[in-house]
């Protein structure tokens, strides 16, 4: 950091690129504790899963075909948001709010088929969170996914937001840039639900 | 109405206890008085301003360490309370249940809310400065985690007066804290208080990873860095894995009470055991959270006041990421009663065992930077030579208890008591009250009085014996944890009494201690060097109180102990340093969100604790706004510009001479 004070602009702009980067590995490290998070929740299901307490059971409860659907929705939103770094990237705003856009409805689209995949087990099968140790896992874990799928999709419109106000600035970009990130994180979480839930569960 | 209003009141306070009745009443009372006095010297601007929305580290860990020393107080009230209880046999100044809760609240009290923020201030106070930073990492985070950790405090203590407290102990095991056996608000208090300041610490963690591994100042390699530094990196890697168990573990219990889900009832197939695993996966790496930063005080304070490099670097560095990774490891020697079956408890038992090679080793090092030293016998240092003896046997008895056999026969007994207490208190306590005696100058400005100082010193510490040496023995004559009341015939008495008094002495000590706090603001001896104890490291080559930017320039590092390295050089150059050319200091600006924030979440919880959703939900909501408020808000930050800080170095260093 050896600059000298006379060219204040410059160094400002160097200081707030370092600002940037700082937060982005800020990120990280949250990243790895939602891992720890997501993986008490995986554990604490691994235990309970088999007491189902006389209710449903997985192959009962799991309609496989929306599943698949969700998944489809939710992987290729991340590839969507991919491609709105992409556009970021060239300077495209355009595409940038575009592609975010996208992400937004299809991440919404996913939330929406889980909440109506729940509706569907309360009302036809009685199957509650209180119904049995099995349910309570299973509604702990999926749930805390598709809030954190809502949080994010709040956070992406506020972004937009931001970015039809400031353009793509450093701190924007550091903030898009964040967002795909734990748009992915959130995604590798839904290929463990997908796996050690939906297929062990009908399997 | 008026029945109806008089029936919710009745619920709503706990009343009918005399002392429940006293503490609403001092606490009423000093409410009014912090309002007025604060009115009338209209000092509620200054307040909000300077203090309530301060981002600024040296402030933060000020206020952490303010709440700390209360619930200090009050923790050590509580404790009081106990010893008063059991001082005889058949004692009947405390019912069962509500010497339940004082032990919950106690325990509770003591560690999340005492030695953790205790803690957390000597980080804020500390780290940047000794790394050479301006500030911490997410100047904007580190206050949001202070203000959770806070609020988070607050609800948990008005359980004492509203509602009732927690009464499960301080790990809240399942079945006692279900619906079925606590049907009260209590727990809910338990679970939110925790969940919110939770919150706080693992922000807390993030950002002093962050601010040690990207702020250090040129020059500092990572095995440049001062040991206290290195102790707060590994204490917050375990707590960034820590904590998110504990997280999880909270939010399924509440799911439990609050839904009627059943992970952890006995019926509906939930199972109370998963609850005291995942619990103790956090539990037991967070007693080595708190101790491990009392290492890196000792191993500041022995090599300062014995004017040597500290013995073994290295294997002090290593030790340290050792005993935090095997932490993870050691979690069920807290239940080695509980069937988990010979082979888990053998693993289990030789985990823990391993725990005290590494611990033997800082021990020696610390005896050997000692070893021909020039040792002076200041404060700081009293308390480091008074911890060897009492880890050591603290540690010994701790062997004791991870040989799983013989826990069988000490499991929940008052020799379990002993032991956590003498590596609590021996350990933490004496570490922080150690930290806190060497950085007092570096935030005021001036030394505590030292004469009153050693007055704390020797009662503690005399007390510390007489208290828990007696309860070895009551425990291998069979008193259990948690009892609270016994029989003439089981010949615990005298013991007991002796331990009571002991505990008692303590108290004392902690009085010398307000006294010599508030005699050495009185008479204050304003310390100009900024360096009263000829130390190593960089926070002792600014001026005390550090101005806001820490560092005119930032310095450059070649060796751990930069800052003797440079004092050296010094002295043999006769040569006047090179002019110094100022730059303009980039900073955080105040910010109120996190005060308000926290607040909100103050209030979410306390609806949740009462089932008020039309509470929590308007609360929850605006903890939304707030956080929105902050992504849009971009002006954060300013320029000190260079002519300023010029003139302020100046007057510090017109101070000086
Ligand atoms: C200052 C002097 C202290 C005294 C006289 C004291 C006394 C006691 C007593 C009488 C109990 C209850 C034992 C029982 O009936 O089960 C207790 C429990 C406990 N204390 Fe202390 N204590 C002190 C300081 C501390 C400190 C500094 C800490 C932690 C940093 C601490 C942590 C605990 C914990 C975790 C429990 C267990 C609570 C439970 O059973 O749930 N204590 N203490
Ligand atoms: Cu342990």
């Excluded at chain 2, 939110?192 to 250090?216: C, D, E, P």
């Excluded at chain 2, 199972?271 to 290492?295: Q, T």
């Excluded at chain 2, 022995?302 to 002090?316: A, E």
């Amino acid at each position: 950091m050896a600059h000298a004070a006379t060219q204040g602009g410059h160094h400002a702009h160097d200081h707030e690129h370092d600002h940037e980067s700082l937060k982005t590995f800020g990120f990280w490290i949250f990243l790895i504790t939602d891992c720890i998070l997501f993986g008490s929740l995986f554990a604490t299901y691994m235990v309970l899963h088999q007491n189902t307490n006389g209710g449903p059971t997985p192959e009962e409860l799991f309609k496989m075909p929306g599943i698949i659907a969700e998944t489809f929705i939710l992987l290729t939103s991340s590839f969507t948001s991919g491609l709105a770094v992409l556009g970021m990237h060239k300077g495209n705003m355009k595409q940038l709010i575009g592609w975010l856009a996208v992400t937004v409805l299809l991440g919404a689209s996913f939330v929406g088929l889980e909440l109506m995949e729940f509706i569907n087990m309360v009302n036809h099968e009685g199957a509650t969170i209180s119904t049995s140790a099995f349910l309570s896992a299973f509604y702990a874990l999926v749930g805390t996914h598709g809030l954190h799928v809502s949080v994010g999709l709040i956070w992406m419109v506020g972004l937009m937001l931001q970015l039809k106000r400031r353009g793509i600035t450093a701190v924007t970009k550091r903030k898009v840039a964040v967002i795909s990130l734990y748009w992915h994180f959130l995604d590798v979480v839904w290929i463990f639900v997908f796996t050690v839930v939906y297929l062990m569960g009908v399997m | 109405m008026l029945d109806k209003i008089k029936q919710f009141a009745s619920e709503f306070f706990v009343t009918g206890d005399p002392l429940i009745l006293g503490a609403q009443v001092s606490i009423g009372l000093s409410m009014i008085a912090m309002i007025f006095v604060l009115s009338y010297f209209r000092k509620w601007g200054w307040l909000w301003r300077e203090w309530l929305t301060s981002v600024d580290h040296k402030r933060i860990g000020i206020m952490y360490i303010i709440c700390s020393i209360m619930m200090l107080f009050r923790g050590g009230v509580d404790a009081l309370l106990m010893r008063l209880q059991l001082a005889m046999p058949n004692s009947q100044f405390l019912q069962a249940e509500h010497y339940n809760q004082i032990f919950t609240t106690h325990g509770v009290i003591m560690i999340l809310f005492m030695a953790m923020p205790l803690m957390f201030g000597l980080f804020n106070i500390v780290v940047p400065l000794q790394i050479g930073a301006r500030d911490v990492a997410y100047p904007f985070l580190n206050s949001l985690s202070f203000w959770m950790f806070f609020w988070g405090a607050m609800l948990f203590n008005v359980s004492f007066v509203i509602g009732g407290s927690p009464d499960a102990g301080w790990l809240s095991y399942p079945p006692l804290s279900e619906l079925s056996h606590s049907p009260g608000v209590g727990q809910n208090f338990y679970i939110w208080g925790i969940q919110i300041s939770g919150i706080g610490s693992l922000a807390t963690g993030i950002n002093f990873i962050v601010t040690i591994l990207k702020m250090r100042a040129p020059g500092m390699k990572l095995m440049k860095m001062p040991m206290f530094t290195w102790s707060v990196f590994s204490s917050c890697i375990m707590i960034i894995f820590a904590f998110p168990i504990l997280t999880v573990t909270l939010a399924l219990l509440f799911l439990d009470r609050f839904l009627g889900a059943h992970f952890f009832t006995l019926d509906g197939g939930g199972n109370p055991m998963m609850y005291i695993n995942l619990i103790w996966m956090w539990g037991h790496p967070e007693v080595y959270i708190v101790v491990i930063p009392a290492f890196g005080i000792f191993s500041e304070i022995v090599s300062t006041f014995s004017k040597k490099k500290l013995f073994g670097y290295k294997s002090m560095v290593f030790a340290m990421l050792i005993i935090s990774l095997l932490s993870f490891f050691t979690w069920a020697h807290h239940f080695f009663t509980m069937g988990s079956g010979a082979d888990v408890n053998a693993f289990f038992a030789i985990s823990t065992m391993l725990i005290a090679i590494p611990t033997g080793a800082k021990v020696f090092n610390w005896l050997f930077t000692m070893f021909r030293g020039k040792i002076r016998f200041s404060t700081p240092m009293m308390w480091t030579i008074a911890f060897i003896p009492c880890f050591v046997i603290g540690g010994m008895t701790g062997v004791l208890l991870s040989v799983a056999p013989a826990d069988f026969q000490f499991h929940n007994s008052y020799f379990l008591i002993a032991h956590f207490h003498q590596v609590l208190i021996g350990g933490v306590a004496f570490g922080y009250f150690a930290g806190l005696y060497y950085w007092w100058p570096k935030m005021f400005g001036f030394k505590l009085n030292e004469h009153l100082g050693k007055w704390a010193f020797w009662t503690w510490n005399i007390g510390f014996y007489v208290c828990f040496m007696p309860q070895y023995f009551l425990g291998l004559d069979g008193m259990t944890r948690r009892t609270y009341t016994y029989d003439f015939d089981m010949g615990w008495g005298p013991l007991n009494l002796v331990s009571t008094v002991g505990g008692f002495l303590m108290g004392v000590g902690f009085i010398f201690q307000v006294w010599q706090i508030a005699h050495s603001i009185k008479f204050r001896e304003p310390d100009v060097t900024g360096d009263p104890w000829d130390g190593r490291t960089l926070e002792w080559s600014i001026p005390s109180p550090a101005p806001i930017y820490n560092f005119a320039v930032l310095p450059e590092v070649n060796e751990a102990d930069a800052w003797w390295e440079q004092k050296q050089k010094q002295s043999l150059s006769a040569k006047q340093p090179a002019k110094i050319v100022y730059e303009p200091i980039h900073m955080p600006k105040n910010s109120s969100i996190p005060f308000l924030m926290s607040a909100l979440w103050f209030f979410a919880g306390f609806g949740f604790v009462f089932n008020w959703m039309w509470l929590t939900i308007p609360a929850l909501i605006g903890v939304a706004i707030t956080m929105i408020a902050r992504s849009f808000s971009y002006d954060t930050d300013y320029y000190i510009p260079a002519d300023e800080v010029k003139r302020t170095e100046a007057a510090l260093k017109g101070a000086k001479v």
